[in-house]
């Protein structure tokens, strides 16, 4: 499994994924999950990935391909709006099941492969997409403003009671980084390094991803503080008015 | 999808369960997941159930009737020691199997059913068993003292953070409808009333199964309140040491 999270917030986006991938127990190695494309002033695209490693990386290796070939429909470098970009990433999903699905299928395993694409285009605003197995999409709305790829159960009741669309990147950022630790506290199949990757609106600048490693300061320091700060939130709380047991 | 905590306690037991029902989204119903069976001051033996719920009432619906048979070493109201009771749901769930299983099969559909069994039997400890589909079991002990059931991801995190065996009953009823809250908060197919049946070790004496029901004061402060302390722990939270985006 993977974990990834997308943000659409008015300042821009948070993009956050983290780089474990096992098949089996015994098969667990480390691969980034986030890919950035940019040109200058120009483009921002941001793609994360969760699934079946062989086939996400088939597909973006498929979208890196098409950068460089002769059909600008296909190139993410060159594409006019998100939305094309979210098709390209389809497109790429949608060769890889017409080489792999039918093999898959023999050897009974799923077509597993999902992605998010958040940036911006000039002329256009920021965007974010999630892109399912099946190369179809949807786009984030301020009424639902985020998307989870992978492991997302354990992280989202965290987002749904403190995610909001005027979040500041930096606390956004903050809350993302406790939905991870819910999530890798809970499984083990999601796990460190977390790829960091955030974008100012109307910058089109793509800027640095920050990666933060499991014995990162901040990110021991955030988890220890947020769990003392449950345990007393819970102590606080009034016990059940039944009779006892 | 159903949601179902048990818990064992160096104090004793707290079980609970919610009451939605779906076979789709149309079809939502509400019935009562926990069963429970004394003989005073002998036995408290409670039932907890999830999945299909045509399997769960048929498996349910034999255990009633062995009760009323003659053989004694499948009647819950005579087995010598909870892991038999476990056993017997084991076996109610492979008769159901036997019956069911093949024609859900052409049907494709999955043989989804599982139980908590929670008690004690005069002249043992107090016990807790978590039973698979197949009819095989696992018991709580000090390490793992609590089992879910159902949609067991979002409600995950909190339990992880705060259980421990040596919490009051009533701390962790409060601590089990936290997880309810955050369950039924981030997935529609988990709903009340809530049921809890909390046992007091070496009572050998049922109680009352209590009935949350959604409007319920109590239930309503724990989570407002519950969310206000999770949003001022995350206000007081430094930021991340990145630079801005």
């Given at each position: 499994?993977?974990?990834?999270v ?11 994924s ?9 098969n ?18 941001a ?141 083990l ?6 790829h ?50």
């Amino acid at each position: 499994m993977s974990y990834c999270v997308g943000v659409l917030l008015e300042q821009g986006l948070v993009l956050s994924s983290d780089s474990r991938t096992n098949a089996g127990v015994d098969n667990v190695a480390t691969f980034r999950k986030m890919t950035i494309y940019e040109v200058a002033k120009e483009r921002v695209v941001a793609i994360l990935c969760a699934g079946n490693l062989a086939l996400t990386q088939s597909a973006l290796s498929l979208i890196e391909e098409w950068t460089r070939g002769d059909d600008d429909s296909l190139n993410v470098l060159k594409a006019p709006s998100l939305f094309r970009v979210a098709r390209i990433v389809g497109s790429a999903l949608r060769e890889v099941h017409g080489v792999d699905g039918e093999a898959l299928s023999k050897f009974g395993t799923e077509f597993n492969a999902s992605f998010l694409v958040g940036g911006q285009i000039a002329g256009e605003r920021t965007r974010l997409f999630h892109i399912y197995a099946a190369g179809n999409f949807i786009e984030a709305t301020p009424e639902t403003p985020f998307f989870q790829l992978g492991e997302t159960k354990y992280g989202k009741p965290v987002l749904d009671r403190l995610l909001n669309q005027s979040m500041t990147i930096e606390d956004t950022t903050k809350l993302v980084l406790i939905s991870f630790d819910s999530t890798m506290r809970s499984n083990l199949s999601v796990g460190p390094p977390i790829h960091l990757f955030r974008y100012l609106k109307d910058s089109l600048r793509a800027g640095r991803v920050a990666t933060l490693t499991d014995g990162d300061a901040y990110l021991l320091g955030l988890r220890r503080r947020w769990a003392e700060g449950l345990r007393s939130v819970f102590e606080e709380l009034p016990g059940p008015p039944l009779d006892p047991a």
